[in-house]
């Protein structure tokens, strides 16, 4: 029986790595949900009913830690001791930086909601380049320090694709 301090891989039974089955974590959560809602409980008073609170709530933020590839990597590289203090540690390859501002550039410049969609879908790419190289650091190479690397990098990315969905949905409303 798993415990509330487990941690997530442990509470849904799934190996401690970066590649998971979707559908297996999905059914699970739903099988742990099922074991543990408060209503089950209702006949055993408010102290259960409590505790099964506790659990759906531990569940639910597990699930969405682990359905999340980028969460899911952050919270491997703390597991393995390498924290991401992504607010102390911000320093990046001059590459990558160079990139942002291109991509910066692009954004400020897109006129219309085609150019600015354009812009997203090469972001998109990135993005999922840059997942599927964080994956293969943390399954294979085990390479916890340079995946902590990339999850700080890929943060900057989500930020920037969500600056664009902004812009694209200020296009939308006009």
């Known amino acids: 029986m798993p415990q509330l301090t487990d941690n997530d891989f442990v509470l849904f039974g799934l190996p401690e790595q970066h590649g998971l089955d979707r ?3 999905d059914e699970r959560r739903r099988s742990l949900q099922a074991q543990v809602h408060p209503d089950r409980f209702a006949a055993e008073g408010a102290a259960a009913q409590r ?4 659990w759906a709530v531990r569940v639910n933020e597990a699930h969405a830690r682990l359905k999340d590839p980028l969460k899911r990597a952050a919270y491997l590289c703390e597991l393995r001791g390498v924290p991401i203090d992504a607010e102390r540690n911000t320093a990046m390859p001059a590459a990558f930086l ?3 501002m291109q991509w910066r550039e ?3 410049d897109a006129d219309g909601a085609a150019a600015v969609q354009a812009l997203d879908d090469a972001v ?3 993005e999922r380049a840059g997942l599927a ?3 293969q650091l943390l399954d294979e190479a085990g390479d916890t320090t340079a995946a902590a690397a990339q999850v700080r990098a890929l943060m900057f990315v989500a930020r920037f694709r969500e600056d664009i969905a902004r812009r694209l949905e200020a296009l939308d409303a006009h």
């Open 98 to 100: 160079a990139r942002q």
């Open 51 to 54: 505790l099964a609170m506790q």
């Open 133 to 135: 190289q964080l994956a």
């Open 106 to 108: 692009a954004l400020d």
């Open 124 to 126: 998109a790419r990135d």
């Open 23 to 25: 559908a297996a974590l």
